[in-house]
Every structure is written in structure tokens, then in C-alpha cells.
């Protein structure tokens, strides 16, 4: 079974803190994207990396920055959080760009 | 670009009933998959099924199967004998095959099943 693990599920963090998300995946995936989940609005891509150290902005990426130096490994960085980037975010990897997904659990951010 | 669109934000059923869930697109490509995933409550999103759009069979799961119609653009999911494990968020999403690009969602159909 693919397992696609987040560092945290809960956080919680101050406005204008440095923020990183990590995501570790053990299939040996080629793809990693990160998404926000919101009421409403459904999941957003931020970012994608389909090879290490190459990564790709979706529809969302600004506030965001993303990091790949490995091949299992994508971490998501918020470089001064804001109240507007609480959501829950959502990692995801998969072999290939059109093959499906699979998802992480999820960590639910707070920013206060 | 493509879009998916969900046109039901909320639906619930009895449990044993069927329910089907609406899904369209839009795409100029010809080759491509479509899938539905599930997210229960405050749990890991998960694949339920997935069809491509070259098979003209219509995917089945177990309870799970979709109705594809290629030339209208539509993708829905069937779930027969509803269970109450079933209540979760459902989201359709498509990918072409011409390049790298990542998975295209709609914005979610919210399932409820009743006991």
C-alpha cells in the first residue's frame, strides 16, 4: 500500500511566522503536490514537483514556496503566515501525472 | 483549460437506498481518465474508482459504478446498497494524458446517509 504521511495533523501558528509543511511519500513517486482544502471551494493546487528539485505553481501560489531535495520528500513553506492561509492542507503523490492519487492525511493549520 | 463542475453540493440518501452523483466536464483532449475519491469525516482521502475514457465499459467497484458518457461530457457515480460508512465528501476530478499536468477537481458533493 502507498502511504503518503504529513508531519502534523493539527497546528497552530502566530501571523508573520515561518510555517513548513513536510510530506514523505514510500512508493517512489514520481509526482508530489500540495493543495488547501476550504469549505466551498474544494481542493486548490498550490504546488506540484514532478522530478526532484523541479516544482511547478498550480492555481494558488502565492504566500507559498515549496521544496524538493528529495524524491520522497515535498515540503510546503508559509515564509510569513497569514490568518487567510488557516485552512487544511494536503499532500499528494502519484507515479505518474495522469495516474491517481494518493493523499496524505492532512494537517489543519491555525494561524492566530 | 478543463473544468469539472459538480452541480450538487449536498446530497443524503436512506441507507440501503442508491444515489447518484452528478459530475461533468470539459476538455478538448480525447484521451484521458476520470476518477471519484472519497474523504469520510475527518479521515484520508481515498480512490474510489476510475475510468478511462478510451474503455467504453463503465468502471465498477463492488457497491460503486459510474455511468460515463463521453460525448455529453459526464461522469457519475452510483452507489448501491448505501451505507452509513458512505457519508463523506465525494469529489470528482479528470487528468488528460498529453502532458504532466496535475489532476483537475470539481468542488465536492457532500453525501449524507441516513439511517
Known amino acids: 500500500d502507498v502511504k503518503v504521511t504529513q508531519s502534523s495533523r493539527y497546528l497552530v501558528k502566530r501571523t508573520g511566522e515561518k510555517v513548513f509543511l513536510e510530506c514523505v511519500q514510500d512508493m517512489d513517486h514520481e509526482n508530489m503536490f500540495w493543495y488547501r482544502q476550504d469549505p466551498g471551494l474544494g481542493l486548490r493546487l498550490i504546488y506540484f514537483?514532478?522530478?526532484?528539485?523541479?516544482?511547478e505553481k498550480g492555481d494558488i501560489p502565492e504566500g507559498y514556496s515549496v521544496s524538493r531535495e528529495k524524491k520522497e520528500r515535498f515540503s510546503l513553506i508559509l515564509e510569513s503566515a497569514s490568518t487567510n492561509q488557516t485552512s487544511m492542507y494536503l499532500c499528494?503523490?502519484?507515479?505518474?501525472?495522469?495516474?491517481?492519487?494518493?493523499f496524505g492525511p492532512g494537517t489543519r493549520l491555525t494561524v492566530t | 483549460a478543463q473544468t469539472v463542475t459538480q452541480s450538487q453540493p449536498e446530497m443524503s440518501v436512506q441507507e440501503a437506498e442508491t444515489v447518484t452523483l452528478s459530475c461533468t466536464y470539459d476538455t478538448s483532449e480525447n484521451n484521458y481518465y476520470l476518477f471519484w475519491y472519497k474523504q469520510p469525516p475527518s479521515r484520508q482521502m481515498i480512490l474510489v474508482i476510475r475510468?478511462?475514457?478510451?474503455?467504453?465499459q463503465n468502471a465498477t467497484e463492488n457497491r460503486f459504478s459510474v455511468n460515463f458518457q463521453k460525448a455529453a461530457k459526464s461522469f457519475s457515480l452510483k452507489i448501491s446498497d448505501s451505507q452509513l460508512g458512505d457519508t463523506a465528501m465525494y469529489f470528482c476530478a479528470f487528468v488528460g494524458v498529453s502532458g504532466n499536468t496535475p489532476l483537475v477537481f470539481g468542488k465536492g458533493t457532500r453525501l449524507s446517509v441516513i439511517a
Open positions: 514537483s514532478y522530478d526532484v528539485k523541479m516544482k
Open positions: 475510468q478511462e475514457a478510451y474503455k467504453q
Open positions: 499528494a503523490s502519484s507515479l505518474f501525472g495522469y495516474y491517481e492519487q494518493y
